[in-house]
């Protein structure tokens, strides 16, 4: 057991380099009121670490960001003791005789491998407090599940809480490129990279995994689905040094590092002529990888692959599927404990855009609904949450409901790509839980995508989430400071499906803007109506796209209409909509369950919001709402430029409220924003206007 | 008097690296048929070449290019002698007694500068042959011009040939940057430049100023217009010595080579605090650079500049105008000789499409009409062929009609950027002939464009024609070869500009592909109707635009709809065009004199290629043709598709008769262009079916 001083934790937590609020992000650790540190400092004061601390890394860090954290909000150093009888405060392992002796039994076995305690009891004839994991990792979650009870406020003196993470990987990917760009990055560059290579100094990616540990993520992949050749040999000696030193920062937190791989190494890393999965020598070769990665890295968690999508290599060359592929590298990693996740965003993105008998929306199901039971058990399918691609209103992926036999993921897009680019506020929780909350229907009512992910509803031994990291080394990591929260909400939806929007989102707000009510409630109310804002300027009703080729960014209604890749709208004077029924399209809506393919196939039961992902309908169609399809898209683009510019005043009501460098930079994105919005207003209803050559009733200005 | 050996000959003349016919482009001297050989060799068999050779490069160029050529038709090397009276062919300066006594006084009067006669003569009782000029210049001009003969295998027994150029400024404009990128070039890199440097071999830049002198070019603008941080110290210490190297290949034939300035180089160059061109501090910089340039280069052309336009720096940041910023430019380099060239390139790059009332083809007579007579004699507005930027179809600028004070060049556009990139074949010389002969009426009938940029029509002292090169470091020169002809007909018609498009063509092809009747009739077809072709299948009617936003490759109806560019259709459910009339339109029509003006303001008038440039229509309005607009464009659709594919059957048609590599590279991109064309035809019908909902008339595929 070894005690750490002042200096030491400082040193050791958090770069010094970087000191303000915009970068300390969930760990900020405000000083609590006296009256309120008063009341907690007792059973903080005196703290007894058990087990080796000196030797088990996530426990040190466990111990730091306690000792860091509370002495930051109570104003005070907590004591730490090596006789647990005099501490109040007690953190270890379960197996820890220490700790063991103040919890139940029945207690402690509720403790899953990554779970964790915080109860309060009486020993001894006074009060302690015990946080207690099965495991070191549940400690560190622990520690920070504690620290954030600070944070908020809330009471610790009757504490017993048990939680255990609904997913085994709540995992974050990073499309992170070694020349340190991010494709769909919109936070400046790379906190890993750059020039080709590591950065040096690893002290912010320590600060990114502490960030990570606190939102109890606990897998990473650093580099690009889209490997292009540098990052190929990042499976090579070459690069693996330089891995192993960025996988012990986030072993540290209880993180296990993940490498996107080119299905094309054998060939392009390796000197083979061919990467068919069945060839015997391109085996050996992945095994052979599989030993020296794990000799460099003995936790490494598997690959992430993106293949034989979007021009990127994969089985189909030789004649294989994607079991083969995914199978072939699941067997080199299995000896190690390491794992494939198969990304399954494959489709045509060749397509002519005069075939109308092809859909995209229906790809990723036709791909691999067949597949299933095929898959080793070591293979996870990473499956994005709606059947095109991030875009701001989809339905929920139909392959969750597809696949019975077969390990789930659920990708989520954290950074901004077709939300704005974190230039516009667009707080993607409330959308992430309609996803989480989809009832497939796979087993019957209930069969939320949540559950299937989770590997809970067909008893699949891995699951989880998986979210595209809006990570770069802006001063405030995310660009768009409020963008923080996405990060947060996407970290707390993976470890607890069942959180609500809003209660995370007040979380999130009290943690890191404090607790002034009007405060609280205003950056709140922004943040959970944000996404409404943002679909109301853009595209309407569920059809998707409408932005600039390339970038993704500013209105574009044809930008996407004669391209290869397979994202329509088919407006022309009568109307617009994609038709996807059974009965008179493409027939994607039986890849649904009932009651679902009944529901999107009928023009009348089919939900306003994804009214022209289903139907093709005239522009005088009348919706639920009562309102025009035109109508419709007149009012909401009008609505939603006020709505962004009731965004700037609310935020100035806070003004003096929050320091001025957060203020100021949200202020400048927000005004950024209300001006944009007019832009995709104008471009929208002026396209629409001109085409189908209705009147907005309101008479408003259309151009 | 000095004569070159074979061997010196064949190491000065063309680079031996390159010995490919597409390579040799116009300069390729291929070996002519016995008999015709035997005709020309009486008069070619023994030289004259007056003066001393030795000493000016000039003379040296025109002689070794004559027994370079002579010796590759003839398949003989001519003997060169010391003795005037044994010579059959004589070529020198008309001041050089051996040829003075062989010409009329009164003939040889009436050469130019830069002109030259080719004359046959009875001299003691032989026939002598006579190239000369009066200065160096016209005696390497008048070589290339007999040269020509033979290559196109034309009689020389009784030439009486005088050419004097129309225009004193023949020059081409290079977009190219040093990092070796060249801007709107489809033709591979630089030829100048790479990785932010001079290329030091100076091989290939010499063969490209052989080919510019032999069609009679006499100015080059080395760098891009838009003059980045490495380019800006072009005028420096850092690279004059580099410049001045490239200055003397040039020189060498009849070459004056000019830079393009950056107009913030006081600053951005030389550490001062202002660019303002009244600023004493500023005007000493630009005379300092002046007298540094010349000590490097003493034939030094002089400055190209883009100013105040598309966010160039220019004087308007200081409060003063266009002419303010010339004319002390042209007084820093008065003393030296060289001259201005200022762009009329101005308008507003940042308009906001909603503001109809702004009409970017408005600008450039808007900016420089009320300056008329300001600029100093050593100015030279470069005005684009059309109002807009170099479009398939554009009217002819107003501009060109509104100023009778000031030296004017025509800035036509050889690099295909709008009109196919060098993939789709588009021979662009009808297009300019249309320019060039087009009636301004600015001092009553007959005022051609020709005739106000050669400065005859109000007698300016200066003028000319400017190009934009589509030369790059391909093989031949230019991507596609058959855009070798742009850059040929180009030349021939800043000398010439009376020629017509058949002459030229018909001169090209024969030089190029040799003399048989079908290869020589259907590459002429081929080229003559390529223009026609290639607006058949793109924007309609001379609207415009509808090209893929920044690389302006491909079709994009709406791509500059919504543009801060000022490049709009208006397009909508009932109709197309931009009203540009007075009546109820922006007004451009009365920038043009009479008739012009009232023709284009006429909706009955109005030719119908260029009506929705100025005339707002519904799709059923009739045309001239009889046709509705709607079905114009699609009939025009169909066709061009149709042609574009005969392209490449015409060209099979060929097969055999022209050398295998040639032959594939051009079927190659014609096939490419037939395929490219459906791409437009679909895109641009489609768009137009589906925002008019009128159908073709005659029931073909439109999606």
Redesign the interface.
């Known amino acids: 057991m070894t005690t750490n001083n002042k200096a030491g934790i400082r040193n050791s937590v958090g770069s010094e380099r970087y000191a303000s609020t915009a970068y300390q992000a969930w760990l900020r650790y405000e000083k609590l009121p006296a009256e309120l540190a008063e009341a907690y400092v007792q059973l903080c004061s005196k703290i007894y670490a058990a087990g080796n601390v000196a030797e088990d890394p996530v426990l040190r860090s466990a111990q730091e960001e306690l000792l860091e954290g509370l002495q930051a909000m109570l104003g005070q150093q907590p004591e730490l003791t090596d006789t647990a009888g005099d501490a109040a405060l007690l953190a270890g392992t379960l197996d820890e005789p220490e700790i063991a002796g103040l919890i139940d039994k029945d207690e402690a076995a509720k403790v899953d491998e990554e779970g964790y305690l915080l109860h309060t009891v009486i020993s001894g004839g006074s009060r302690k407090l015990v946080i207690a994991g099965t495991t070191s990792k549940g400690v560190l979650y622990g520690v920070f599940h504690f620290l954030r009870i600070l944070q908020t406020r809330g009471r610790i003196d009757n504490l017993s809480v048990i939680e255990n993470p609904a997913n085994k990987l709540r995992m974050i990917n990073h499309w992170d490129n070694m020349d340190g760009s991010i494709e769909r990055g919109y936070a400046g560059e790379s906190i890993f990279y750059r020039d080709h290579a590591f950065i040096e100094d690893l002290s912010r990616i320590r600060d990114y995994a502490r960030l990570m540990a606190a939102v109890q993520l606990n897998a990473v992949v650093i580099n690009n689905v889209n490997v292009h050749e540098t990052e190929t040999k990042l499976i090579t000696k070459e690069f693996l040094p330089q891995v192993a030193r960025v996988a012990e920062v986030f072993r540290a937190y209880g993180i296990r590092l993940y490498l996107s791989i080119n299905f094309a190494a054998p060939i392009q890393a390796g000197g083979l002529e061919t990467a068919d999965p069945l060839d015997p020598q391109v085996r050996r070769w992945w095994q052979d990888r599989a030993k020296e990665i794990y000799e460099h890295v003995p936790d490494f968690g598997g690959f992430l692959v993106k293949a034989d999508s979007e021009h990127r290599p994969g089985p189909f060359t030789y004649g294989r599927d994607h079991a083969d592929g995914a199978n072939m590298l699941a067997e080199a990693l299995e000896p190690y404990g390491g794992i494939v996740i198969w990304r399954c965003f494959v489709y045509n993105c060749m397509q002519d855009?005069?075939d109308?008998s092809t859909d995209r929306a229906k790809a990723a199901y036709d791909h691999f609904r067949p597949l299933d039971g095929r898959f080793h058990e070591r293979v996870i399918l990473q499956i994005k949450n709606g059947p095109m691609d991030f875009q701001v209103r989809e339905p929920v992926s139909p392959l969750f409901g597809g696949l019975t036999r077969t390990n789930q993921m659920l990708e989520l897009q954290i950074t901004q790509e077709y939300t704005g680019q974190q230039i516009h506020l667009c707080y993607l929780v409330p959308q992430w839980k309609e996803v989480v909350d989809f009832d497939t229907y796979a087993a019957g009512e209930g069969s939320t995508v949540a559950r299937t992910v989770s590997g809970e509803l067909f008893n699949r031994p891995l699951g989880g989430f998986a979210g595209v990291a809006n990570i770069g080394n802006d001063e405030n990591w995310t660009g768009h400071l409020l963008a923080q929260a996405n990060f947060y909400g996407y970290g707390r939806l993976a470890w607890k499906p069942t959180l609500t929007s809003e209660e995370i989102t007040d979380e999130w707000v009290r943690i890191t803007f404090g607790h002034d009510p009007q405060v609280v409630e205003t950056i709140s109310r922004m943040l959970l109506e944000s996404w409404s804002i943002y679909e109301n300027y853009t595209a309407p009703l569920g059809v998707g796209w409408m932005v600039n080729p390339g970038h993704h960014y500013g209105?574009?209604?044809?930008g996407y209409e004669?391209s290869r890749w397979g994202t329509y709208h088919?407006?022309?004077?009568?109307g617009i909509g994609v038709d996807r029924t059974v009965k008179t399209g493409t027939g994607y809506t039986a890849q649904y369950h009932e009651p679902h393919a009944s529901r999107y196939e009928s023009l009348e039961e089919c939900p306003d919001e994804l009214l022209l992902f289903f139907h093709h309908v005239p522009y005088t169609h009348v919706l639920h709402s009562g309102k025009t399809v035109i109508q419709h898209i007149y009012d909401t683009h009008f609505e939603g430029v006020e709505q962004a510019a009731e965004l700037v005043e609310r935020w100035r009501s806070l003004e003096g409220k929050i320091d001025a460098e957060r203020y100021e930079s949200v202020l400048e994105r927000l005004l950024e924003q209300a001006e944009h919005a007019k832009e995709w207003r104008?471009?929208i209803n002026?396209?629409f206007?001109?085409?189908?050559?209705i009147a907005d009733q309101h008479g408003r200005k259309i151009?």
């Open positions: 855009w005069r109308r209105p574009n209604v044809d004669y088919f407006a022309d004077c009568h104008d471009v002026t396209y206007y001109r085409k189908s050559g151009y």
